[in-house]
């Protein structure tokens, strides 16, 4: 079935640094949206993207419009308030209101 | 604007004991709506989507069930209670086959 491969698993930074994330799709995908999940468990969306590129911020996301098989999230100047675990989400083509979630990436940004 | 609503915020129950675990959105006609399961520690995995009031399909059953009795509600529940259920149950919804908003979710454990 359908695959999400996210990278890293985790990650710390130091306030002031920028990173990326990235999520690997083994087909491709129709859609993909990320997320932070807070302490509480809470999922909050940081993008949703059916290609191309968005920006909010400090954070910037791409979606592979050619090949469909690769996300990335940019964190630039990362923050305290950055830690908490990321998400992506493919949408998928093989089974309509299917999606497939990544492993997610741990990120903790220190002082 | 729309919020969505789940009940309830933890629940410890035995194992071989019933589960019923809710959903409501309020603010949004005939929305999409999903199940998600996340393990401690652990990724999402979608449980269950409706697209229409009584109609539900499976992606993956883990020995629960789902109904939508209503346009506005999603319910989660099973007859016997596994120790594996236990974990963390997040209801989205969507207006269409895209972009996902999530519930604050209902944290179970089961002894």
């Known amino acids: 079935g359908d695959q999400v491969e996210q990278s890293p698993s985790a990650l710390s930074l130091h306030e002031g640094t920028d990173s990326a994330l990235r999520c690997n799709f083994t087909?491709?995908?129709?859609?993909v949206q990320w997320f932070r999940q807070n302490s509480r468990g809470s999922l909050i969306s940081l993008f949703y993207?059916?290609?191309?590129t968005k920006e909010n911020g400090r954070l910037k996301s791409a979606f592979d419009s050619k090949e469909r098989r690769y996300s990335t999230l940019h964190i630039r100047d990362a923050q305290l308030e950055d830690s908490g675990t990321y998400f992506c989400a493919a949408g998928s083509y093989t089974g309509n209101y299917k999606y497939v979630f990544g492993a997610g990436t741990r990120l903790k940004v220190i002082a | 604007a729309q919020t969505i609503h789940q009940w309830p915020v933890a629940e410890i129950k035995a194992v071989g004991s019933p589960l019923s675990l809710g959903c409501t959105i309020k603010?949004?006609?005939?929305?999409?709506l999903y199940w998600y399961w996340q393990a401690t520690g652990g990724t999402l995995q979608q449980l269950f989507y409706s697209i229409t009031v009584g109609q539900v399909e499976s992606v993956v059953q883990l020995n629960l069930s789902a109904s939508r009795p209503k346009d506005d509600q999603f319910i989660l529940s099973t007859e016997k209670l596994l120790l594996s259920h236990s974990g963390f149950y997040l209801c989205a919804w969507s207006t269409d086959r895209y972009e996902q908003y999530f519930g604050p979710g209902t944290r179970l454990t089961v002894l």
């Open positions: 993207l059916a290609s191309g």
């Open positions: 087909t491709t995908m129709r859609s």
């Open positions: 603010g949004k006609s005939s929305p999409n």
